[in-house]
């Protein structure tokens, strides 16, 4: 892809990595919580897969990995709330308004 990708499709992009990489953590637990190797090893190819897909997006390293943080940080906190089930705390839920905020500083502020 090219260096002046269009904002929206870095954004889809850093959506899909974020799914991989939580993913690919989530089954790295369950295959150590009991689940046997092969959630291990299909998480460790979703990790793989994480690094390949978000250095897709040609940005500054700095800035690509801290914007990409905000994305991972709300998949993070949607897949304990929505596939786990987990109660996620107001607390949790201000400092992800933090993250996201950070991200979008990082984003649009002077380069």
Do not use: H
């Not at 904002?7 to 637990?29: K, N, Q, T």
């Not at 994305?71 to 107001?90: D, I, K, N």
């Amino acid at each position: 892809m090219k260096g002046n990708m269009l904002p929206v499709v870095a954004w889809l992009v850093f959506f899909a990595a974020a799914i991989l990489e939580v993913g690919g953590d989530a089954s790295i637990r369950k295959g150590l919580r009991g689940g046997g190797w092969l959630p291990i090893a299909a998480g460790c190819l979703m990790l793989a897969g994480y690094g390949l897909v978000v250095n897709l997006v040609k940005w500054d390293f700095s800035r690509l990995l801290g914007v990409y943080v905000a994305v991972f940080a709300v998949v993070s906190v949607l897949f304990g709330r929505f596939l786990f089930q987990e109660v996620v705390p107001t607390s949790t839920w201000i400092g992800l308004g933090v993250i996201v905020i950070g991200g979008a500083v990082i984003q649009f502020g002077s380069r």
